[in-house]
């Protein structure tokens, strides 16, 4: 048989072309689609408008897991690009031991989400977990950690007579345990974009702040920071996308149906999830999942825009 | 950074030592999820493999209409989170009758677009004449993608091997939602079903995790290098 040389540059396409279109193209055109009719379990019944937007609406759960997503990412990102960001320019220059540094902050990296949650669920265990058996020696009160659903700024603030509830409680501790978590497994991506982003740095930079006298501190923040920023920018935008979407670790460290104690470690995906594969509601997670894509592309495009002033290419 | 390692690890071996290996091993078929796990990563390599370098090829070496619209078009699914297209992939997935086997766990996953953008950036470093002067001595197409264009562009390929293992083997939402029989329980699922069943049992639980992250661990130390270059790299190109 032979092919027209016209046709085969389609062919070579073809493979990759039939599974993106079916598994990627279709499904996403297709939740959109589907969030304007009320697919259930029964199968599909009909074109609702927008009548599953105006239930997520007025869904309180459904505003409970987007206020756990919100302080979830608000305090993972921050810490994990100020702590990568430290240990990148203590490690950059190392050549003694750079490998076996590497081992360990690379690790958590390349382990599963569920090895890693299995692990901090043990960890911390209340009655018998090392976190608290630590807490113990240095004579601190145990903790109930992942069953504990009080918001930590309350914790905080309830011992000098202040009483608060609702969102301004706080993240719950449960939440806080899921966030050191991940924080801990994202050190050691960002670390290696921020080694990477240093090497790019060239040598003369340093070289003309040291001869015009400039110190650590104005060298960081006057050479390093500004030349340093689209990898900043770049891990920004990834960890921001990558813990708005966190999955595994709600669903094994606080397992279903509760995401966590009082519904507070229910972050959107996992709410998201239960509607579609425990209730089987798929016009109404398609809807969800709409705003969930709505809302990191939005994001991602603020984040452009904003750096777009402040990244020195 | 290494202490929820070691208290893994630890933890594992207290009260009986190596035989809550042995128990954890026994209790549930880990010896079934591990099959599972490393057939589906095999083949998804293999098939992402495949389509990449055909893919690939075309987008850089050759010139056709429609060509760059329909590489945006792979470009634009990359932007979009896999939770977001969950639900409907199921529907695509019940209607083919895929919901339980093998294929629902491989096929979708043996395209990745990422892996193209990646190859497809390295072959265009392959200058023209090269490939123009093959094709004047009568070198097919096919002939020069597998003796000239795949040879010359072996860390790529590696790049790819590695972010492609370590996704498939690690990756738990798409499983948990496609298959439901304990048969088809990749190690992952496999190992979340087992948490839920033995939450109180944390010294069998640490062995599981244990040998659970072994395989990737010894991986890891085997390609370091390697490995954490191309997450560099993968940041940079991005």
Redesign the interface.
Known sequence: MRISP?L???L??L???V??L???????V??FA?SLTD?DIGGLHGFVGLNNYARMLSDARFWHSVSNTVYFVAGVVPASMVIPLLLAMLLRGKLMGK?FY??????????????????????F?PE?G?INRVLGFLGIDPLLWLREPRGVFAMILQPLGINLEGVISGPSLALVALMVVSV?KS???NT??F??GLE?IPHTYYEAAKLDGGRTWSTFRHVTLPLLSP?TY??LI?TT?VS??S??LV??MT?PPGGGPLGTTNLV?FY??RK??DRFE?GY??AI??F??VV??SL?LLQRRLAGRRVHY | MLLPFLWMVGTSLEQGGLSNYVEAWTAVPFGRYFLNSILVTVLTVVGVLITSSLAAYSFAIMRYPGRDVLFLLFLSTMMVPQPVYLAPSYVILSKLGWINTYLALIVPWTANVFSIFLLRQHFRTIPRSLYEAAVLDGCSRLRFLWKIALPLSKSVIATIILFNVIGSWNSFMWPLVVTHSEELRVLQVGLSYFNQEQSTNYQLLMAASTFCTMPLLLLFVAAQKQIVSSYARSGLKS
Request: with cysteine; proline share 7%; charged share 5%.
């Open positions: 016209k085969s540059p389609y070579y396409i493979p990759a072309f599974i993106i079916c598994f990627r193209t279709v499904p996403i297709g939740s589907v697919f490998s590497r081992t360990i902050y690379f690790l958590p990296v390349v382990t599963s989400a569920v090895a890693v949650s299995v692990v901090w669920t043990w960890l265990n018998a090392p801990w050190i050691g991506y290696v974009l080694l990477a790019n990898t770049y891990v990834m996308i708005f979407q999955f595994a669903y094994v397992p995906v998201l999830f579609a594969f798929i997670a398609s999942s709409v969930l894509f990191l592309l991602t």
